[in-house]
């Protein structure tokens, strides 16, 4: 527990950075000269990995002198990038910088999944965390989680949760909501986050849940309310909002970005990858850009991010097989 809340408070100790571009072996460099390292993201251009792994592919390029791109690989709800990047090279030169959901919640969600999140990989480092929130319709008489609960338990089955679609991270937290609280609520999938937030506003469905880069604006001009936030702990992106885990000890999920490299590579390669890139992470300019994108930094050790990996896929096992849900 220590361990966790250190990783995500962002208080957990960085290593002083390393230089480059050698290892110890002057006939073997790390990384060498012309060899280019490319950053996968298993999503689509334009989302908050995505636009991360672009700011930290500038920043780490102009810091150790060699080109570092990005390559998008979308497909199969993550899995494609992902699995693609577990069959690569063990050298360095190819990194995964992946959504919690896909390493923690894939691997029960489908039937099959084409790698295995801890065998595959090395973990490099958290990179940052996107903590989620409950929302409610302004209409619903409730301002709060007990509140909430009260409702749902007096009318079962008659209030509704809007997710992005069927296994995603909102419709896995509204799972948790119900199994945990003991209550009787009806999942309404929908076709993305955007169109989910609008039917709450609209008051076709009650509840929804959501990063906070995406509910938060509507938060704040009324248009919904904000019940809590999913962290473990508050969030400094909105330091004012209870943690659900407040009123219901231990109901709180992370929704983290994590770096990994292919299994066995080494791990003074490792070591080195994670010394400058959790320097440039705590770059007030890289902190900026994704306080902006609703994600919170939290660089941390790699030995911090497999024990939180490993927390995760025995919490999110427990979720999705409890929700029933199974992709294809």
Known sequence: MTTRRNLLTGAAAITAPFFWPGLASAADPYPAPGKVITIVVPQAPGGANDVIGRALAQKLSSSIGTSVIVDNRQGAGGNLGTSYVARQPKDGYTLLLNAQSVQTINPFLYRKVPFDP??????VMVVGVA?????????LPVRNLRELVALAKAQPGKLNYASAGNGTVNHMLGEMLRTAAGIDIVHVPYRGAA???TDVIGGQAQIAFGSIAGLLPFVKTGQLRAIGVCTEKRTALAPDLPTLAETLPGLYANAWYGLFVPAGTPR???NKLHGEIARLMNDPDM???????GVEPAPGTPDQLATLMRDDLVRWSKIVKDSGAQLD
């Not at 801890?118 to 973990?123: A, G």
């Not at 903590?131 to 209409?139: H, R």
């Open 195 to 197: 169109a989910a937030a």
């Open 118 to 123: 801890v065998k595959d990989f090395d973990p």
């Open 287 to 293: 902190k900026e850009r994704m306080v902006g994108l």
């Open 131 to 139: 903590p989620y929130m409950l929302t409610v319709n302004p209409a």
């Open 268 to 270: 003074d390669i490792v």
